[in-house]
């Protein structure tokens, strides 16, 4: 998952030199990790004076607990506040030119209204959020190639963010949904957890393999998405998203990535239709998803020019596409254990792209949890592995042009393979350290970068 800024009246006779680009870079990473590191401090001195709060912090879902009762009375109004800070900490000790520790974190601040509580308004649900992301990103610096975040949580521009600003309301005794708003797509189609730090293994899949138009936490775009229940366990819905490339755009964010605004720009929509099965099985939990997307924008071939010859060749303008489209399974079950309680869960996930204009066109994921090891039910052990391929046209286009060029442009054609094993401890439900082993073989696809081993230390607090 930038403040207000200092003034000072002490003169000033001579105006200081004006950092390099390196020594800004090198100056937000130190403020990002003193800032990190803040957090968790005050955390844990929150953890050792909470024995003298009314509230117990060991049941407590919130660090700071009932803020004396407010919270709960203001929840029975309807009124919920959310505030939760993460942190994504990795070092890589093989893989890349460079061996870096970099350290990136998010802010959440949110608040929901139940509308029915407060006006009358049945069936009426408000959410307002926004975030900001700091810090770097291991991948880059370090140069080590890699298609997938060893840090979920960079990304987007580190910077302010009008996440979700959306109504929901609820139809026909609560049959059908109708959203609206400022929303991210992930949220509602193949939502998925974020336990895991690399990216693979985090939030809905199809973004990450066409992010430029199916755009995930903490960007949200204009839109809207109607949700039948057609059963007590099975739904249909479909969605309509404005696509705009500013809204991807780290420049435009900083500007403006939290305003409340519609920038010009939109190129088409995206429309998702998803259906869901959310049974019991054996008293057991499970979420079974597939899903196709339509974008109606328009795509570049990333092999093709507008005469239908290879124009890593030619070097003529790409062949326009009318659309862009894909498809997606996402699968939970668990399979071992009780509802609720300490058990296994097992999921798969895969998304393919269309390979006219995705440079990834499918990412295939599979992995289990299990919650309670060591008769700790708070805790969780994590294991995955994913592959993210490279689409070999785009691959054969780059070569084209390599040999057109004179130029030595890195060609991934294949598998981007990555692993992690993770260890969650709670040592209170409104905290959580989770220390994690990456290993990336093939970053980016090729064999030409070297594979990256990665530890890495995920934390978060929810105030």
Not at 397 to 412: F, K
Request: one cysteine or more.
């Amino acid at each position: 998952m930038e403040l207000k800024p200092r003034f000072d009246a002490s003169p000033r006779p001579l105006k200081p030199a004006r950092r390099s680009v390196a020594d800004q870079a090198a100056h937000r990473q130190s403020r990002s990790k003193r800032l990190g590191a803040s957090v968790i401090a005050a955390a844990v001195l929150a953890l050792g004076a909470a024995s003298a709060h009314a509230y117990d912090i060991t049941t407590s879902p919130y660090l700071l607990g009932d803020w004396g009762g407010l919270r709960t009375r203001l929840a029975d109004q309807g009124v919920t506040f959310n505030l939760g800070y993460g942190s994504e900490l990795a070092h890589n000790f093989s893989g890349g030119t460079e061996h870096l520790t970099r350290y990136t974190d998010q802010w959440v601040m949110g608040t929901t209204l139940d509308m029915q509580k407060l006006t009358g308004w049945q069936g009426a649900t408000f959410q307002a959020t926004i975030t900001d992301r700091n810090g770097r990103n291991l991948g880059s610096d370090a140069n080590i190639g890699n298609n997938m975040l060893i840090q979920e949580v960079y990304g987007r521009g580190q910077t302010w963010h009008l996440t979700q600003f959306w109504l929901n309301q609820k139809l026909l005794n609560d049959r059908l949904e109708i959203k609206a708003g400022r929303v991210t797509v992930g949220e509602d189609f193949f939502s998925f957890s974020c336990d895991f730090q690399n990216l693979t293994f985090c939030g809905s899949q199809p973004g990450n393999l066409v992010g430029s138009y199916w755009v995930n936490w903490p960007t949200s775009q204009w839109g809207a998405r109607a949700k039948v229940h057609t059963s007590a366990e099975t739904y249909a819905q479909i969605g309509v998203y404005q696509v705009n490339p500013n809204y991807v755009d780290d420049s435009w964010a900083r500007r403006n990535g939290w305003k409340l605004n519609n920038p010009g720009g939109t190129t088409g929509a995206l429309i998702p239709l998803e259906f869901g099965w959310l049974p019991n099985i054996d008293g057991r939990p499970g979420s079974y998803k597939a899903g196709v997307w339509y974008n109606t924008s328009n795509g570049r071939d990333l092999y093709e020019d507008v005469n239908g010859n290879p124009r890593g060749i030619t070097g003529l303008d790409a062949k326009q596409h009318s659309g862009q489209y894909g498809a997606y399974l996402n699968l939970q079950q668990q399979i071992t254990g009780t509802a609720g309680g300490r058990g296994a869960t097992v999921f798969l996930n895969f998304s393919q792209a269309d390979r006219n204009t995705a440079q990834t066109d499918h990412q295939l994921s599979v992995g289990v949890q299990y919650k309670g090891p060591f008769d700790r039910l708070a805790d969780t052990i994590g294991f995955a592995v994913g592959a993210t391929h490279n689409n070999g046209r785009y691959a054969d286009y780059v070569r084209q042009v390599n040999a057109r060029t004179g130029s030595n442009t890195a060609v991934g054609d294949g598998y981007e393979y990555v692993s992690e094993l993770y260890y969650s401890y709670s040592p209170v439900p409104s905290v959580y350290f989770r220390p994690n082993l990456q290993y990336i073989l093939h970053p980016g696809g090729t064999t030409q970068n070297k594979n990256a081993f990665v530890i890495g230390l995920k934390t978060g607090i929810t105030f």
